[in-house]
Structures are given as structure tokens and as C-alpha cells.
Nanobody, 122 residues
């Protein structure tokens, strides 16, 4: 069974930075692909970034390209999301996700974390 636990959320001013972490446990093949989603207030949860097992392939939605960086450390069973130049529009609950397939991670991942709140003030 895969378990994901996010941390690192908080309140930051516009232009600031935060790094989210996602601690994972479970079989390695269940963690082959990992990703981040976010759900702004009153909106649906949307995909923002994904990474494959080796970290050699990363994917981003347009709104975060150049500002956010996804990475992972398999020795620590942890995935990260470095968020720079944050904007009030980045305010959301951020969720990490995992799946055995990079083809599913952006749409219907099999496992979700519980979420961590990020609030960006103007």
C-alpha cells in the first residue's frame, strides 16, 4: 500500500518561495511516476507537475513553467516542489500523487496525499 504525506505549505508574500515535500512509502513500482496537483478555493483540482522514476523526465503545466521545479530523491523516498516567484493565483491546496505509470500520473493517479495549504498574499 502506498502512502503519501505532504509538508511545507504555509503563508508567503507574493514574490516569495516555498518548497513542498512529499514523503512516500510503498513498493517502488507504485511510485514510478509522481506528481503535484493543486486545488484553488472554489475550483477543481488540476495537474501542475510530474516526474518519472529517474527524474530524467519532468512535465509542467504552462502556468508554473519557469517558476516551479519538481524533483525527487529516491534514497529518501521524497518528492519536492520548489516554488519561486509565487503569485496570489498560486493560492491552493497542493496534493502529491503517485502511480505506476507516467501515462496516468497527470490524469488519474492511483494514490493521493492529504494535501497542504499554500497561501500567497499580495
Amino acid at each position: 500500500q502506498v502512502e503519501l504525506v505532504e509538508s511545507g505549505g504555509g503563508l508567503v508574500q507574493a514574490g516569495g518561495s516555498l518548497r513542498l515535500s512529499c514523503a512516500a512509502s510503498g513498493r517502488p513500482n507504485s511510485l514510478a511516476a509522481m506528481g503535484w496537483f493543486r486545488q484553488p478555493p472554489g475550483e477543481e483540482r488540476v495537474f501542475i507537475a510530474a516526474i518519472n522514476w529517474t527524474g530524467s523526465s519532468t512535465y509542467y503545466t504552462d502556468s508554473v513553467k519557469g517558476r516551479f521545479t519538481i524533483s525527487r530523491d529516491n534514497d529518501k523516498n521524497t518528492m519536492y516542489l520548489q516554488m519561486n516567484n509565487l503569485e496570489p493565483a498560486d493560492t491552493a491546496v497542493y496534493y502529491c500523487a503517485a502511480d505506476s505509470s507516467i501515462l496516468r500520473i497527470a490524469t488519474v493517479p492511483s494514490t493521493w496525499g492529504q494535501g497542504t495549504q499554500v497561501t500567497v498574499s499580495s
